[in-house]
């Protein structure tokens, strides 16, 4: 396809940061495009089979406490999230709930396949956290333990799904992730370090990521590319 028509199909104002970065070489500004989607693809993925662990993980820590229906029960008249100050929640759970059993497909595996990357995210919050019986942090057995300069707290683990949350954002809303961020520039460092970042709490529940995710990880190789762009 030609520059004219690429940039008729998906706005010059969509393209402006491309060809600025590509020193406007409109050829690299095409190529680089096509790897950034390739580049949200690759991270998509490991994002996604990263979602679907920590959801996991955290429904086998509570189903023996709270009961094989603690998510639907946490929203019941005096369950665990009904506490105001965890409405917004509350009201996630219920939406999902509501949509199920109208459908008549209610089940306790499709309302926790329902929930947002952010219900779980708040899990470790600090009254998500203790209203399920402050005992989270088992999803990751082998982080390490805390020192006088830093806390493995839930706190912590909370801060690092929250820069999961928005790298999931920001490629679910078509944002550029192969540039400094608010710059015309490319830089696949960001995605490196959330990259580093994800394999990290994989390995901190136990899991062998580079297993799991054999044939579907491409990630370096396609930052590897775009910087071959600068």
Same mark, same amino acid.
């Given at each position: 396809?030609?520059?004219?028509?690429?940039?008729?199909?998906?706005?010059?104002?969509?393209?402006?940061?491309?060809?600025?970065?590509?020193?406007?070489?409109?050829?690299?500004?095409?190529?680089?495009?096509?790897?950034?989607?390739?580049?949200?693809?690759?991270?998509?993925?490991?994002?996604?089979?990263?979602?679907?662990?920590?959801?996991?993980?955290?429904?086998?820590?509570?189903?023996?406490?709270?009961?094989? !229906?603690?998510?639907?029960?946490?929203?019941?008249?005096?369950? #665990?999230? @009904?506490?105001?100050?965890? +409405? $917004?929640?509350? *009201? %996630?759970?219920?939406?999902?709930?509501?949509?199920?059993?109208?459908?008549?497909?209610?089940?306790?595996?499709?309302?926790?396949?329902?929930?947002?990357?952010?219900?779980?995210?708040?899990?470790?919050?600090?009254?998500?956290?203790?209203?399920?019986?402050?005992?989270?942090?088992?999803?990751?057995?082998?982080?390490?333990?805390?020192?006088?300069?830093?806390?493995?707290?839930?706190?912590?683990?909370?801060?690092?799904?929250?820069?999961?949350?928005?790298?999931?954002?920001?490629?679910?809303?078509? !944002?550029?992730?192969?540039?400094?961020?608010?710059?015309?520039? #490319?830089? @696949?460092?960001?995605?490196? +370090? $959330?990259?580093? *970042? %994800?394999?990290?709490?994989?390995?901190?529940?136990?899991?062998?990521?580079?297993?799991?995710?054999?044939?579907?990880?491409?990630?370096?190789?396609?930052?590897?590319?775009?910087?071959?762009?600068?």
């Amino acid at each position: 396809m030609e520059y004219p028509e690429f940039v008729r199909i998906l706005s010059s104002q969509r393209m402006k940061r491309y060809t600025e970065a590509t020193l406007n070489d409109t050829r690299k500004a095409m190529a680089l495009y096509r790897y950034n989607l390739r580049l949200s693809q690759e991270m998509f993925t490991i994002v996604s089979c990263f979602e679907v662990a920590l959801r996991n993980a955290i429904d086998a820590q509570l189903v023996p406490t709270l009961g094989e !229906e603690w998510l639907k029960n946490a929203i019941l008249p005096n369950g #665990i999230f @009904t506490n105001g100050r965890m +409405n $917004e929640t509350k *009201k %996630i759970i219920e939406r999902a709930y509501d949509r199920l059993t109208r459908q008549g497909n209610y089940s306790h595996s499709k309302l926790i396949a329902e929930m947002e990357f952010g219900v779980w995210k708040y899990m470790f919050s600090s009254l998500q956290y203790r209203a399920t019986g402050q005992r989270l942090l088992r999803v990751f057995p082998y982080k390490p333990r805390s020192s006088a300069s830093t806390q493995y707290n839930n706190s912590y683990i909370f801060n690092e799904l929250d820069k999961v949350n928005s790298l999931r954002n920001r490629i679910a809303h078509h !944002e550029p992730i192969c540039f400094k961020l608010h710059e015309s520039e #490319i830089d @696949t460092s960001y995605i490196i +370090n $959330e990259y580093q *970042k %994800i394999q990290t709490l994989f390995s901190w529940m136990g899991i062998d990521s580079h297993s799991m995710l054999y044939g579907l990880d491409h990630v370096q190789s396609v930052c590897a590319k775009i910087n071959s762009l600068k």
